[in-house]
């Protein structure tokens, strides 16, 4: 583990042995500061000096106010979040001056560690946004809920912190619209059940999801529009020609979203394999960047827990994720009487700056046709 020092230095005894147990605000090590022949400072465990560094008045000539807040990217340091942050000393005098909170900066180093373009980078992207600060939003305020019983702070995990921060730019930043609809996957599941048990020998699961792939492909190759992403300045749309999905998997530590590449070329068993196998490698964490990109459209299956319907959130540069819930029993009017019906609850989310209503219903109601007859997955 690498603890950072309030500055550089010379370490003259260290505090504490091997194997150790220490919290905030232990003693570890005894600091000369470089080029000083003073006392050595003391360091302290993933404690942040609370001393701010000087505001340089000298570089402020006239009272010009405006210019001086644009310089100030966060309202306020959140010294919790800047103390855990990975960056060395200098980075974090650097965005101490720029009044960065490093809490809210994404880190391209080696195991996410901040460097000083990263901060540079985040105070271009703040400065670029509208005076109302994006979208004119407070912060939430401080609260001490010690005053109401007892509690405990527990760090988000890495994937949590990541998936949060992306997840909410997609949701403030995308027009969402979500179309809801159902599958009758009676016939479906019944073929299903006799595949999985003559291939459960093998050691292969055949899931509903590997029909869902099947099935989402068929719809994007009829809309088109559905398998494509806006380009950064927002006024061209890059249509693919490839059809990869993106599987939600619900580990541990948070949301990961492996994508299944080539999805049209794989028969049924392949992308049962295929899906066991990332499955695997997202719960011992060894998906690699390359493993989560490169999607044409996400599902995400909460059949095995439960629900009826939800909004998923449009996994960006994606333009639509489909959610899937549990299915159940219902009576079906078949024309002249009700019979039991296995429906499946489809929830579509999409970005309405690409997609129109009416093509988001076209969707649903094609997918819902494809999963009610087996034989369409096999066109």
């Known amino acids: 583990m690498e603890i950072p020092a309030p500055e550089a230095g010379v370490v003259k005894e260290i505090k504490v042995n091997l194997g150790d147990m220490v919290s905030e605000g232990s003693l570890i090590l005894m600091l000369e500061p470089s080029g000083e022949a003073t006392a050595p400072a003391v360091a302290e465990v993933v404690k942040e000096e609370k001393v701010v560094a ?138 299903r059940k006799g595949m999985a048990a003559e291939y459960k020998e093998r050691g292969i699961k055949i899931t509903p999801l590997v029909f869902l792939m099947k099935a989402v492909v068929s719809a994007l190759k009829e809309f088109p529009r559905f398998n494509s992403s806006l380009d950064s300045s927002g006024e061209n749309l890059i249509m693919k020609s490839y059809f990869n999905v993106g599987i939600a998997i619900d580990t541990p530590d948070g949301l990961v979203v492996p994508v299944v590449q080539g999805v049209d070329r794989k028969s049924l068993v392949d992308l049962a394999v295929e899906l066991g196998e990332i499955s695997v490698k997202a719960r011992e964490k060894k998906l690699k960047p390359s493993d989560m990109q490169g999607g044409s459209i996400t599902i995400s299956s ?20 489909l959610g899937v819930s549990r299915s159940k029993m219902q009576p079906v009017w078949n024309g002249s009487e009700f019979e039991p019906r296995l429906m499946l609850p489809l929830s579509l989310s999409y970005d309405h700056r690409v997609i129109d209503g009416a093509d988001g219903a076209r969707f649903t109601s094609f997918l819902s046709r494809v999963l009610s007859d087996t034989r369409r997955l096999l066109l």
Request: hydrophobic residues 40%; proline residues 8%; glycine residues 10%.
């Open 302 to 321: 909460l059949g095995g827990i439960g629900g009826t319907k939800f909004t998923p959130i449009v996994n960006a540069p994606e333009v639509a994720i």
């Open 54 to 191: 000087p505001a340089a008045p000298a570089k402020v000539a006239a009272p010009a106010p405006k210019p001086a807040s644009k310089v100030s990217p966060t309202a306020k340091i959140n010294e919790a979040s800047f103390s855990k942050a990975y960056a060395t000393p200098s980075v974090r005098k650097f965005a101490r001056e720029l009044g960065v909170d490093l809490g809210q900066v994404d880190g391209t180093g080696r195991k996410g560690r901040i460097s000083k373009e990263d901060v540079q980078g985040f105070v271009k992207r703040v400065l670029s946004q509208p005076a109302t600060g994006g979208l004119g939003v407070a912060p939430m305020p401080e609260t001490d809920f010690s005053q109401w019983g007892e509690i405990e702070s527990k760090l988000l995990s890495k994937i949590n912190k990541l998936t949060g921060q992306f997840l909410h730019r997609n949701w403030v930043t995308i027009p969402h619209v979500t179309q809801f609809d159902e599958a009758d996957i009676t016939d479906m599941e019944s073929f």
